[in-house]
């Protein structure tokens, strides 16, 4: 091969990457602040300088976290292939309440697809944990994505007031 | 350096070569061509010997080669001028390139992006008749495991006991446990509530307050009077429900 066949064989090549459309297993992120409170008379809760979503109350709060979906296409094994929610569950108070997240594809009627539920392990911490209980979750043609989760409200230990939240959430969808 | 700035420089050091050639042929021409305007004249009296009188009439005065001079000085700063055009233009014609390079490449992402969407928006979604029918086929299936499937005797009482559980704590208002039975792999609830409202609460925090981690898929039958009933399959922690085709 002379170097003029390779060079038109390298610029052929080039478009071709070029030309790809973007790849449909790519992940994508968004902050806990994307989460929309679940109900229109939601406890308190606010969006940190950091983008992660606090509930500021002594109650649970529920809230909405929307996700993008690029492949409209469904079939039987499509959907989102793997998710990840980074939570903090910094309440142990009565019955350990625990940030809940259920990730849920609908359909273009609101109709449940179906739905997997990951639960924060037991205890209080101010760390982030990953719940990541989400693979395979199937899908229905232009239908949605969302997680909803519940996050346990306040518990005031001494003098210190330990907030959960919702920091971030990720996911990719199937091909 | 850029292959248009070499072809620019190249092309003015030409330019500028040709021109002082041209300016050096006008203002002093070659001997032969003054010899050979006119006749040979006689040579001069007093002539050094092997000088002729027309070689001696071409050298000029010192006044004439001022003039020259100042003309050619005139003419390589009209060159220069010249040549630092054509470097503006060298300069501007490939950041036109670049610029027309970077379209390109932009026209060619939008195009990637519009042929995903276009993808996409060859999907139909699936009409209401279809959503139901997917729905009941699902439903039958779940409902055939969950009469089917055996009991694991270590697992189901303590997770039915676990569901009754959360209702008797009585934080899910609004909502009643009709029934709950659990097997191996799966359990079968149903719920009825009050309203829409008491519905989407139980959705929201029956999760949280069970703390499975779970895979899920409910059915709900809204009555006429605004009431629902919620048809809830939940998989044992570790398993999956069953899906058509799977």
Redesign the interface.
């Known amino acids: 091969m002379n170097a003029k066949q390779l060079m038109i064989g390298l610029g052929f090549s080039m478009l071709a990457v ?5 790849l449909a297993a790519d992940a994508k992120t968004l902050p806990g602040a994307a989460c929309q409170p ?2 229109n008379n939601p406890t308190a809760f606010y969006i940190g300088s950091n983008g992660v979503l606090i509930n500021n109350s002594d109650t ?1 709060l ?1 809230v909405i976290c929307p996700i993008v979906r ?5 079939n ?1 094994s499509n959907g989102i292939s793997n998710a990840q929610i980074y939570v903090v569950d910094n309440n142990n108070s009565t ?1 350990d ?4 997240c ?1 990730l849920e594809s609908r ?3 609101a ?2 697809v ?6 924060s392990v037991a205890g209080a911490s101010p760390n982030v944990q990953v719940l990541d ?1 989400y693979t395979n979750l ?1 899908s ?4 949605y994505y969302f997680f ?1 989760c ?1 996050i346990p409200g306040n518990q005031t230990v001494g003098a210190q007031i330990n907030r959960s939240s919702i920091v971030m959430y990720r996911w990719s969808e199937t091909d | 350096m850029s292959v248009l700035r070499v072809m620019g420089w190249s092309l003015g050091l030409a330019s500028l070569a040709g021109g002082a050639l041209w300016l050096a042929e006008t203002v002093n021409p070659p001997l032969v061509d003054v010899a050979s305007a006119g006749t040979d004249p006689a040579p001069s009296a007093g002539a050094a010997p092997g000088l002729n009188a027309p070689v001696i009439a071409a050298v000029p005065a010192d006044a004439d080669l001022e003039t020259r001079l100042s003309r050619l000085e005139a003419l390589m700063h009209t060159l220069g001028q010249q040549l630092d055009a054509q470097q503006r233009n060298a300069s501007r014609s490939h950041e036109e390139l670049a610029r027309l390079v970077r379209a390109l490449e932009q026209q060619r992402g939008a195009g990637s992006t519009v042929a995903s969407d276009d993808a996409g928006a060859n999907e139909e979604p699936p009409s209401p008749e279809a959503e139901q029918a997917a729905a009941e086929v699902r439903v039958a299936l779940l409902d055939r495991q969950a009469r089917t499937e055996r009991t694991d005797p270590r697992w189901s009482g303590p997770a039915t006991a676990q569901i009754q559980a959360v209702f008797a704590e009585g934080g899910l208002a609004g909502s009643t446990l009709r029934n709950a039975a659990c097997q191996t792999t799966l359990c079968r609830v149903e719920v009825d509530h009050r309203d829409a409202l008491a519905l989407d609460r139980f959705l929201g925090e029956f999760s949280a307050r069970l703390g499975w981690n779970t895979h899920s898929y409910a059915q709900t039958l809204t009555h006429e009077d605004g009431s629902a009933t919620l048809v809830l399959y939940l998989s044992r922690e570790g398993y999956r429900l069953p899906r058509a085709g799977a």
Request: hydrophobic share 30%; net charge negative.
């Open positions: 070029a030309g790809a459309p973007a679940n109900s649970a529920t690029d492949v409209m296409a469904a039987s019955n309440p625990r940030v809940s259920t359909t273009t009627g109709g449940l179906e739905a997997l539920t990951d639960n209980n199937g229905s043609s232009e239908g909803r519940t």
